[in-house]
């Protein structure tokens, strides 16, 4: 069946640095279009990252451009989330999806920005 397992979040003080991963499995990842989507408390899903295939094309929303960036490895079956200069408001359960709503995702990995 199909399974995203994300990793890699915690706590980080303002400015600091995380990289999210994702393992998939169950499905032709290097074949399909990758998203990462993230729920802030209180709010509901908000579309962070696409990216393509084969990882040329990297799509970001405007919070996040310059600070963020999104990978895979599609030998690994593996997706990444670089984020650099986080922000508290970056603060979020950060999901990885099959779908830019989030609809078909994974358990989701915390990350809470806080001095």
């Known amino acids: 069946q199909v399974q995203l397992v994300e990793s890699g979040g915690g706590l980080v003080q303002p400015g600091g640095s995380l990289r999210l991963s994702c393992a998939a499995s169950?499905?032709?990842?290097?074949?399909?279009?990758m998203y990462w989507v993230r729920q802030a408390p209180g709010k509901g899903l908000e579309w962070v990252s696409t990216?393509?295939?084969?990882?040329?094309?990297?799509v970001y929303t405007d919070s996040v451009k310059g600070r963020f960036t999104v990978f895979r490895d599609n030998a690994k079956n593996m997706l990444y989330l670089q984020m650099n200069n986080l922000k508290p408001e970056d603060t979020a359960l950060y999901y990885c999806?099959?779908?830019?709503?989030?609809?078909?995702r994974g358990q989701g990995t915390q990350v809470t920005v806080s001095s």
């Open positions: 990216i393509s295939i084969g990882g040329s094309v990297k």
């Open positions: 169950g499905f032709s990842f290097s074949s399909k279009t």
């Open positions: 999806a099959r779908d830019r709503s989030g609809n078909n």
